[in-house]
């Protein structure tokens, strides 16, 4: 049940696990197709070119060889505003404003469609295979969603491998605050990076936060 309105203007965590906790990304390919859906479904304007063709060029390239005047489109009609995130095997989470009211609705419903088909048909499947509607917190004030954004990008730490190299994750949004953004407009974290004063500062904040405790429960996956 939705225990909370969207209202335009304010910021929501949002998260969602596999079915079962089953995993959802099982190689570069099936991260790669999510990670671009996140990013260009921001405008509810559908996009009309391949897919599968963007996401082979960034497997080869690491760059989705998107045209400028199509980045211009979705940044200049979007409806929500992705703020940070982070791709684990059997879940994700998102930071996402809300610009335009029912934007996140209709944000989550173009990626969850859009990458379900995909994963049926490429996995042979049939069904769910989210556990089911995505959730969603809000997040209060912005020392809150300062605190979320270290706790979203501590996440891959719990990967074998990955601890103490979380800021280099590439399924994450971390190395896009604390070494280069990646995606220019189409991630937005001058809201947080701004209280910092430069990116080795908040790479040591995000290393040192203790952000579960700052959060409580009621911000978490649970």
Do not use: C
């Amino acid at each position: 049940m939705r225990l909370i309105k969207i209202i335009p203007g304010e910021y929501y965590h949002v998260f969602l696990r596999g079915n079962n906790k089953q995993i959802i990304f099982h190689d570069t390919q099936d991260y790669v197709r999510f990670l671009f859906l996140i990013l260009h479904t921001q405008s509810a304007n559908s996009f009309s070119g391949n897919v599968s063709y963007y996401t082979r060029h960034y497997t080869k390239h690491s760059v989705f060889g998107i045209t400028e005047e199509t980045l211009k489109k979705i940044v200049g009609g979007r409806e929500v505003i992705l703020v940070n995130f982070a791709l684990m095997p059997n879940h994700f989470h998102l930071t996402v404003h809300e610009k335009n009211a029912g934007g996140i609705a209709r944000y989550m419903q173009r990626i969850l469609n859009a990458y379900t088909k995909y994963y049926n048909t490429r996995y042979d499947k049939k069904g769910h295979l989210f556990e089911g509607p995505y959730q969603y917190r809000h997040v209060e004030d912005d020392n809150k969603l300062t605190f979320l954004s270290a706790y979203i990008h501590r996440n891959p730490r719990e990967l074998r491998g990955w601890r103490g190299r979380e800021h280099t994750y590439p399924w994450s949004s971390f190395q896009d605050y604390a070494i280069n953004n990646r995606w220019g407009k189409l991630l937005d974290h001058d809201y947080i990076t701004r209280r910092f004063d430069n990116k080795k500062d908040y790479r040591e904040f995000v290393n040192k936060s203790g952000a579960k405790a700052h959060l409580g429960e009621d911000l978490l996956l649970d």
